[in-house]
Each structure stands twice: as C-alpha cells, then as structure tokens.
C-alpha cells in the first residue's frame, strides 16, 4: 500500500496526460505527515534531487519509468527553500522551482474583471518582468475561465505543456504563473486544454506587450516600463486645450510604407522618428496619425485586423520604438492619434477566436458575433470581462505610450446590428430597433473614462450613419467623442470634383450641402487611406481634364477643405499629388518632387496649414455656426461659391472664394463684412503653386456698398479651377459677427 504522503496515482496521470486543472495541488513543496514532500515534472530528466538551502540535499523518485518525481524530507515544515537540480542529457542544472511560489495576483484583481470595471488589466495580465518572493522573473496571466487546463510554453520548456501548467484563480477564471530566471526576449504561448477536453492551436497572449515577426506569431516577453519621458510640458498644455477651438491638420501615415529601405525592409521606428517628425513639422499639420500599429498577422489588413491589441508591432523594432517616436513628436510640437480597432478581429487559429475552447471574446450568436463582409468576430461587448479588456487597451496607448487620441475605426458597425445584413440576418434587440445598446453602453463608458484619466486625450469616431450625438457628452445622452469623421462631406466633395466641370453646374449641391449639417457634430474632414485604395485611384487621380485641369483641381479642391469648417485629415502621399493608387507593399512615390506641378502642391498644403494655424477665423469656430456665414451658396450656373469664416473674438475674417471651372470669373461681385483693402492672403492658381498666376494682384477694395446680407462688398477676379483667401488689410476695420449665420 502506497504511503500516504504519495501522489494518487490519478494525479499523477492527469499531470503526465497534461489534463490536470490544479497543478499548484499537487507539483511544488507541501507539508506531509512527517515532513516535506517536494513533487516536480520533469519529462526528459534523468535524475532528480531537491537541492535545500541549508545544504541538504534530497533525491526524488521517479514514479515507475514516467517523468513524475516526488520525495520527502522528514522533519521539515514550510518555509524550506530549495532548488531543483536536473540532470538530463549528461549535464546538470540547478533551477528555481515554479510551484514553490505564491500567487502574484490578488482577490481585488478578480473582483474588478468580474464587474468589467478594471481599467488596468495590462498591468496584471500578460507577461511581466518582475521580482517575486525575492527571485527575478516572469509572471504570466491570462483570462481563460472555461478552459480545463492552461500551460505557458515556449523553447524554454521545449513547447512542452506538460512542463509548465497554471495555477487556475476560480473567481475570475484566470491563469497564472510565475517562472523564476526567465529573462526578456523570451517567445511564449498559451496551450490551452479547451471545455470540450480538446487541446486548441497554441495561442498568443491577448495581453502580450511584443510578438514575433510574421510570418511567426509568438508573444515576446518585453519590457515597456521604465522609460523616461521628457514631454510633461506637452502634456501639461494639453489637458488645459479645448480642441474644437484649437487648429488640426492630421497627417494620416501607414507607418510601414511611408518610406522603406532600398530591399524593402521596413523602416524602424528611431528612423521614422528622424524623417517622419521634420517632414510633418515642414509641412505645417499639427498631428501625425498612424493607421493601427497593433500586431496582426496580414500586411494586407493594414493593420485593421489586429491579433495583439497590446504589442506594437514588430514590422517596426522594438515596443518601446513607439513611446521614443510619441516623445519626440511632442518635442517637436506634434500630436500622434492611433487608430485603435475594438469592432472587430480575426479568427487567425493562435488569437482571440474560440480562445478557452467556448466564444470568450465574441458574442456566441453569430448574427450578432461575426461581420460576413470582414469575415471576422465582433467582440461581445456585453461580457464585462471584454468591457474591461478592450478599455484598458485604449487606457494603454494613452498611458503607457502618451498617445494624444484614439481614432475609433468602424464605429457604425458597432452600433448598428444590421450592419451590411440583410432582412433576417440579425437579431434585434429588446424592443425591436436595430441599435446594438451593449456596444453603445461600452462607448459611453469608454469615453467617458478616457476624460477623466487622460486630460486632453481625445476619441475621433469613424461613423458614417445620421446617428445622432456622436461628438456629443455622455452626459447628454451622446457617445461622448470628442470628433466624428464627416463621412457625408468626404463622399459628396469627392463625387463633384471628379465630374467635368461643364457638368458641375447640375451637381451644385454635392459641394453645398454639408454646411446643413456641418454643426451638428464636431468633424473631421478626412481624405483618408479608404479613399486611395481598391481601384479608387488617388485624390489627383480623380480630376478630370488634361494634366493642367487636374493639378489645378486638387489646389482648389484643398483650398476648399481647409477654408471648410471642419478640422482636416490628408493621407500621406496626397500632398504631393501622388498618381499611382497607394499600396501596402512599397513606399510613396518620392520620386515625383523633382517635377514641379508636385512640389507645387505640397508647397500649397504646406501653406494652407500654416495659415489654418495662423488664422483664428479658419479654426476657432469649426463646429459652430457663429462662425460660418455664406456670401453665395448658390452662384450654381458658374460653379462658385463664397462664404466667410469668423472667430469668437471679432478678429479678422475670412472671405473664402472658390471658383470650380476653368473659366476666370472676371468682376464677380462679393459681399464682404466691413470696406477698405483686403489681402489675397492664398490663391491656388499662383505660379508657385503651378498656376497659371491669375489673380487680384494680392489686394481687393470693398466699398461701403451692400451685398448679399454685408455692409460692404467687391469685385474680384476668381481664377480658373482655383480658391482665393482675403482677409482684411491690418490694421482696418475689425470685423463685426453677424446677428446670425447663414449657414
């Protein structure tokens, strides 16, 4: 009869079959009747002792020919320290064993998962580097609550689940494990014994902080603690900033195909930083924002389908890569938005999909948990242990890496449960609409959390339905974004100026309409990577006409934007007026700056920044009707159209003139806001621009004569396909804001 401090036989196979839930039971050190008993597997050892720090030294038995060993120490109560020394191989090796030490993670820990609430999860789960019971190392966790048995494994342990099993927290269903001695850089994964009893496809960690280059796909143990930011007075300004009154031109880049290498490597991020900064800075936008640098599997995704919604990617260096480029952004006086992706990700076999054997992260109905158009998983946001996941996601690149907004992409697919589905095809919710209230619940808390512990961080929508109060408070029963991307300008503008322009006439409205709704929501006119892409072409590409028609059509049709009321977003490339559509796969064509039409139009988006920076009238109001009024909305039969843009201080206006044919408009009368002369402070038909160099010869004089609801008005020449800006001549008359706008 086995002696009763033995294992059971039961355990023992359990472990050996790697199905047993609770290894902490059984491996490590436990007091017995008479003493100590020390248990370890260790498949491939030859030879196993229990090597005491007292200086005993204790053989352990190997059970039958298995890997299972065990032996007791008489005598001897906890706390005996000791070592495990394995011979294998003809060598020998002393280590720490891992089933001697507690547990890392605490009971507050599983309560705040449990009630979603939890908005640090990246600093418990993961992989950590970290001291524990007076030993370096790695502490793993991982949510798995319906998995049966959970194993860290990597070349450490041979990917051998046997080796390495969790100890499983009940209340919350997380694993965790903490391995002495094992240092940065190590590739791991999570082998997971499902519900069914099935071992799944190993899987990265959810909160892993690094992974492997693809085509592999480990999660890396990295350190992105420690680093000394130097940006406090950044910050600082920040959070004391009203964005909607503040100046924001987006540079919006593809990080990995903004430039690369001669044999196509990609460009790490201290060479970004070195090129990237100077350039946005030259070039006048206020914020660089960069399409998802989470880790994903498919360049072909962009990075839209994320796997490691916590690791930088690997396409561009190390982790902390990003946090160097974010620090001297802000030295330089620049923002960085990230997109971030909580609407969706792929059911690649190693990430979220199915994690624990049951749909953990997505929602189990399928009319509600997977987008047939994207052909991935829709995250279940009513799980408050995803609530709480994906919210601390967007907290960390806040946090931990100082980004300056989140730009939420596919927001309308959040919020709309017949998202691109037919009749049948989704599930309504209690009362019968179509609005999703779990996603909406999860936005509104979100946000709502992000102003409150990142002052100054701001979250931009990507929707593109009438939702109402998108860039509204939560408090007001809105989603609480600070900004909505105006999907309806975008779609409209580009829809007009790719008509010929003897055409245009019929399509007035295109150009107009936007301003009906332009102060319902705080915008964000985007020109952005969905619209140079899929056989779209490029902005340039669009443009009717001979080459002349063309370049002259894209310097007024940003003339137009950036006069527009609304903050601007360009996708990189588009400044200089690239032909060839965008791809993932090569770099932009920096060739074409030799040519002088395309420095041309860089040298116009460079000035139109700088003016939409220097210019209150061209920023301060952009979601306010106040500071907006037409002088000619509906000038259809020649394609014109005038309006003046104001600030909230009676500071100098501006009259914004855009003329969409190629036919000079020759005396045509404006009404202007007081008389005297006003400068032609930009006119994209200028010679440095690639112009013809038509124009006003820099100054208009307004008489004291009403026109178009004004005091004062003018006769101007409008050049051919181009925009005029006039602001009055310092020192004249200030403006005095209308009882009304005429918007």
């Known amino acids: 009869m086995p002696e009763a401090w033995r294992t059971s036989e039961e355990d023992a196979a359990a472990l050996l079959e790697a199905r047993h839930g609770d290894p902490f039971a059984v491996l490590g050190p436990h007091e017995v009747e008479g003493g100590l008993a020390i248990r370890a597997l260790r498949p491939g050892a030859e030879a196993v002792e229990a090597v005491f720090d007292d200086g005993k030294v204790l053989p352990l038995e190997r059970r039958g020919a298995t890997a299972f060993f065990e032996g007791r120490r008489p005598g001897t109560a906890l706390p005996a320290p000791y070592r495990l020394r394995l011979r294998e191989g003809g060598g020998q090796m002393d280590i720490l064993d891992p089933y001697a030490f507690g547990p890392s993670l605490g009971p507050l820990d599983d309560h705040l998962l449990i009630e979603g609430t939890h908005r640090h999860l990246h600093e418990r789960l993961g992989a950590h580097l970290l001291e524990h019971e007076g030993a370096e190392g790695v502490r793993f966790a991982v949510w798995a609550p319906d998995a049966r048995r959970v194993s860290v494994v990597g070349a450490f342990n041979r990917w051998d689940g046997r080796l390495h099993p969790m100890r ?179 059911e690649d076999a190693h990430g979220l999909a199915h994690f624990d054997g049951t749909a953990l992260y997505e929602h189990p109905d399928p009319r509600r948990g997977y987008h047939p158009d994207w052909k991935t998983a829709i995250y279940d946001y009513g799980r408050k242990e995803v609530e709480a996941f994906l919210a ?125 709704y332009a102060f319902n929501e705080n915008f964000v006119l985007p020109l952005s990577h969905d619209e140079v892409v899929h056989g779209k072409g490029t902005i340039l590409g669009r443009m009717p006409g001979d080459d002349w028609q063309r370049f002259a059509n894209l310097r007024a049709y940003f003339g137009f934007m950036w006069g527009h009321p609304g903050k601007k977003l360009l996708f990189m490339g588009q400044e200089f007026g690239q032909w060839r559509e965008w791809s993932e796969t090569r770099e932009l064509d920096w060739r074409l700056l030799q040519y002088p039409r395309h420095q041309g139009v860089r040298s116009l988006v460079r000035d139109l920044n700088r003016l939409h920076r220097q210019i209150a009238a061209l920023h301060e109001l952009d979601g306010e009707a106040s500071g907006f009024a037409w002088i000619d909305a509906d000038d259809t039969q020649r394609s014109v159209l005038t309006w003046l843009r104001f600030d909230e201080r009676g500071g100098p206006p501006v009259a914004v003139l855009c003329n969409f044919t190629p036919v000079p408009r020759v005396e045509t009368l404006i009404g202007l806001p007081h008389a005297g002369p006003w400068r032609e402070v930009l006119n994209t038909d200028a010679q440095e621009y690639g112009g013809s160099g038509l124009g006003n010869g820099g100054v208009v004089m307004a008489a004291a004569e009403p026109a178009f609801g004004q005091p004062a008005s003018a006769r101007v020449l409008l050049p051919p396909l181009a925009t005029v800006y006039l602001v009055p001549q310092p020192g004249e008359a200030r403006n005095v804001l209308p009882e009304e706008s005429h918007a």
């Open 392 to 516: 601390s996601n967007a907290l960390f690149w806040l946090d931990r890496f100082h980004a300056d907004a989140l730009r939420v992409d596919a927001v309308s697919s959040m919020i709309h449960l017949d998202y691109s589905r037919a009749p049948g095809e989704w599930a309504p919710n209690e009362d019968g609409g179509n609005d999703n209230r779990d996603a909406v619940g999860f936005l509104r808390r979100t946000n709502a959390m992000i102003a409150e512990r990142a002052p100054g961080a701001l979250m931009i929508a990507e929707e593109a339905t009438d939702w109402t109060g998108v860039s509204a408070p939560v408090a007001e029963g809105g989603l609480g974004f600070g900004f909505k991307w105006n999907m309806g300008w975008m779609n409209d503008t580009l829809r007009y100026v790719a008509k010929d322009p003897l055409h245009r006439r019929w399509h007035h409205r295109l150009m107009n309409f936007g301003l009906v």
């Open 168 to 346: 499983r927290r009940v209340d919350s269903g997380i694993w965790e494990l903490f391995l002495p001695g094992l240092g940065e850089g190590a590739a791991y994964k999570y082998e997971i014994l499902g519900a069914q009893g099935t071992v799944l496809p190993l899987k990265a960690d959810p909160v892993g902080f690094a992974a492997e280059l693809r085509p592999a796909n480990a999660s890396i143990v990295a350190r992105i603690d420690g680093f000394e930011w130097t940006d406090a007075a950044w910050m600082e300004a920040r959070a004391a900033k009203d964005f909607r009154r503040e100046p924001m031109a987006i540079y919006e880049v593809h990080a990995p195909s903004w430039k690369r290498h001669p044999d196509g490597r990609f460009w790490h991020w201290d060479e970004l930083a070195a090129d990237l900064i100077p350039y946005v800075k030259e070039m006048g936008f206020t914020h660089i924002e960069f399409m998802p640098v989470m880790e994903h599997p498919l360049d072909g995704s962009w990075g839209y389908q994320p796997i490691g919604m916590f690791a930088v990617t690997a396409r561009l260096g190390d982790p902390l890569g990003l946090a160097r480029f974010i620090d001297a952004a802000h030295t330089a006086g620049i923002g960085v938005i990230l997109d971030w992706v909580p609407a969706h990700f792929p």
